[in-house]
């Protein structure tokens, strides 16, 4: 049963990573009608041409491919169907978190924030072709150590200025951490990239929890520095954000509630 194969293939690929899963989606034995309904039914990727990308990573809702677009470097996010979730609502889940990630760049991008251009949206793959950023992860360059002490202060105000625009725009980014923002090499601009979770909102206590994600993200990939990264982090948002001061306040009850969380266990 081709069904069977490919759930069985999944729950491989979920188990093994992201090597497994490799193998072209139209790698199924079904027959052709067969095959088509599945694809109607699951609204999987119908051409999605895998052997002219490489996959880049895997994550829980979505495979990064690396390619070109018209002869561009370009990041291709294609979100796939969650097995266990009726398929109707799985597609309508799927196209509906498409359509809020390609909204929420452009919304990010109209208040001078960077984010990767976006080349192309295709619904039939549910797929994301944008730009490719090259560049490095705040992860990635904060371990590293080869940025020097004005490089650090001014990528970590830098990170502080850019979050306190999308706040005050109403977009808060719902994953803020250090491997979801890249440094571009050629102009060393900051660059935000997967929001997949973004949504609008004005409400404080959502960019409290914003910040709070980014504070934890410090502390769990930075050790003993990240602290102090952050509060230079803070301290330029608190300049920057003309909304800071409500936000702020209820950052510190976000903060202090994740604190009584922790010691209770
Ligand atoms: N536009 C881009 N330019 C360069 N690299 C990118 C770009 N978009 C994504 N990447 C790389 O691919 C990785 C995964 O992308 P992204 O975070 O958008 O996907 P995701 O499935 O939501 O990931 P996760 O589940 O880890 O949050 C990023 O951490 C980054 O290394
Ligand atoms: C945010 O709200 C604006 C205005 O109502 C809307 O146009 C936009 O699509 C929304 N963005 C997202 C990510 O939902």
């Given at each position: ?6 759930v ?7 188990a093994v990573?992201a090597?497994?899963?490799a193998?072209?989606p ?5 027959a ?5 309904q599945q694809r109607?039914?699951q609204?999987q990727?119908v051409?999605f041409?895998?052997s002219?990308y ?6 829980a809702e979505?495979?990064v491919?690396?390619g ?10 294609q979100r796939?169907?969650k097995?266990?979730r009726?398929p ?5 889940l799927?196209a ?5 990630e390609?909204?929420?760049m ?7 924030v960077?984010?990767?251009v ?9 797929s ?6 090259q560049?490095?992860?705040l992860?990635?360059?904060?371990h ?5 002490g ?7 105000v ?5 979050i306190?625009?999308l706040?005050?725009?109403g977009?808060v980014h719902g ?10 090499t050629e ?6 990239i997967?929001?997949?979770l973004?949504?609008n ?5 959502d960019?409290?929890v914003d910040?709070?994600?980014?504070e ?7 050790a003993?520095?990240g602290?102090?990264?952050f ?7 608190r300049?920057?954000?003309r ?8 950052f ?13 266990g």
């Amino acid at each position: 049963m081709a069904a069977t194969a490919t759930v069985a293939a999944t729950a491989v690929a979920a188990a093994v990573g992201a090597a497994a899963v490799a193998a072209p989606p139209q790698a199924t034995a079904a027959a052709p009608a067969e095959q088509q309904q599945q694809r109607q039914q699951q609204q999987q990727p119908v051409e999605f041409d895998s052997s002219r990308y490489t996959l880049h990573s895997q994550g829980a809702e979505a495979r990064v491919w690396e390619g070109t677009f018209l002869s561009r470097p370009a990041i291709i996010k294609q979100r796939f169907s969650k097995k266990y979730r009726h398929p109707q609502l799985d597609g309508k889940l799927t196209a509906s978190r498409l359509k809020s990630e390609v909204r929420s760049m452009l919304k990010a991008r109209k208040l001078g924030v960077h984010t990767p251009v976006v080349y192309h949206v295709d619904h039939a793959t549910s797929s994301i072709y944008m730009e490719r950023v090259q560049g490095h992860s705040l992860k990635t360059l904060l371990h590293g150590g080869q940025l020097g002490g004005t490089g650090l202060e001014e990528l970590l105000v830098s990170v502080g200025r850019t979050i306190a625009k999308l706040h005050d725009g109403g977009l808060v980014h719902g994953d803020l951490t250090t491997s979801n923002m890249m440094m571009r090499t050629e102009d060393r601009q900051l660059v935000l990239i997967d929001f997949g979770l973004a949504y609008n909102s004005t409400i404080p206590e959502d960019k409290g929890v914003d910040l709070y994600v980014l504070e934890r993200a410090f502390a769990s990939a930075h050790a003993e520095e990240g602290a102090a990264m952050f509060e230079k982090v803070l301290e330029a948002y608190r300049r920057a954000s003309r909304q800071w001061s409500a936000t702020l306040n209820r950052f510190a009850e976000v903060r202090m509630r994740g604190r009584k969380r922790a010691m209770v266990g």
